[in-house]
């Protein structure tokens, strides 16, 4: 079902993000990401002059490398288009993400090695919802493997569908399932 029909209004902003998942040849993962943010009127710009509707205000890219458990190999960044003549020099600083493993914990480590300072806001946006692609990338890894039958599934309780107390975790992992059964009804009630 669609969005209801929205009031008149103007455009002014578009940001695309395209995520990719790869499998390599080498048995890692490569996890790409694109990010632009472009406008629908010209402004100026102190260190780019003008920006016209529809050039990039923000252009970037990310290219994480993780192995089959998640361990982050490598971490690549690069900032093609930025407001400030000053933003490409933060993008070496993501290669500290190498050796962090994407999992619970994830975005307040990130935070703590690129947040702030030490890194692009932008760019640091693009890794909670890279970490996400992995995992989705990664499902093929998963099938093959055959489930601990003594261990939760990694996805119980991270949403509305895969609540321990819900009907799909009661139907696919009843031995996880927290659902309590629906009260019998009194026979003589009536």
Sequence with gaps: MPLSPPKPREKLHTRAIVIEGYRREDGLFDIEASLADTKTYAFANEDRGEIRPGE?????LMRLTVDEHLVVRACEAETEFGPYAIC???TPNFARLAGLRIGPGWSRTV????GGVKGCTHLVELLGPMATVAFQTLTVVRRARPPDPSRPPPMLDTCHAYASDGPLVARRWPAFSTRRPAPAEDAGAG
Aim: overall charge positive.
């Design 88 to 90: 490409p020099a933060i």
């Design 111 to 114: 935070k703590e090695v690129v």
């Design 56 to 60: 990039k205000l923000h252009g970037m």
